[in-house]
């Protein structure tokens, strides 16, 4: 599957900006899908996961409360709502998705995803 991220940009910190992954793939509703992060000099690090369906979610301690990750399976496309933006979010935000058998499942090791989206960057000033 191929993965398109966009949204990414410059916001003020306290801001909100919202990510978007679009797939090409014949049945995205069987992909599991995944957030991770790169801020600068970094490395990557997992941010969100959410199940096939949408139904089971899992976040970071960093951005609980702050970020959501939503799906639309009729738009192949995965969201990232980003709100209460700080310096410290500043990355190069990618998706990632792992095929699964089960609506049960979300994955937040970097290693269980097997195709990855180009990566957007987003940048919050203080």
């Known amino acids: 599957v191929q993965l398109q991220a966009s949204g990414g940009g410059l916001v003020q910190a306290g801001g909100s900006l919202r990510l978007s992954c679009a797939a090409s793939a014949r049945t995205f509703s069987n992909y599991a899908m995944g957030w991770f992060r790169q801020p600068p000099g970094k490395e990557r690090e997992f941010i969100a996961a959410c199940s096939r369906n949408g139904a089971n979610t899992y976040y970071a301690d960093s951005v609980k409360g702050r970020f959501a990750i939503s799906r639309d399976n009729t738009k192949d496309t995965v969201y990232l709502q980003m709100n209460s933006l700080k310096p410290e979010d500043t990355a190069v935000y990618y998706c990632?998705?792992?095929?699964?058998?089960?609506?049960?499942?979300?994955?937040?090791?970097?290693?269980?995803?097997?195709?990855w989206g180009q990566g957007t960057l987003v940048t919050v000033s203080s």
């Open positions: 990632a998705s792992k095929i699964t058998s089960s609506d049960a499942y979300y994955f937040t090791f970097r290693g269980s995803y097997a195709s």
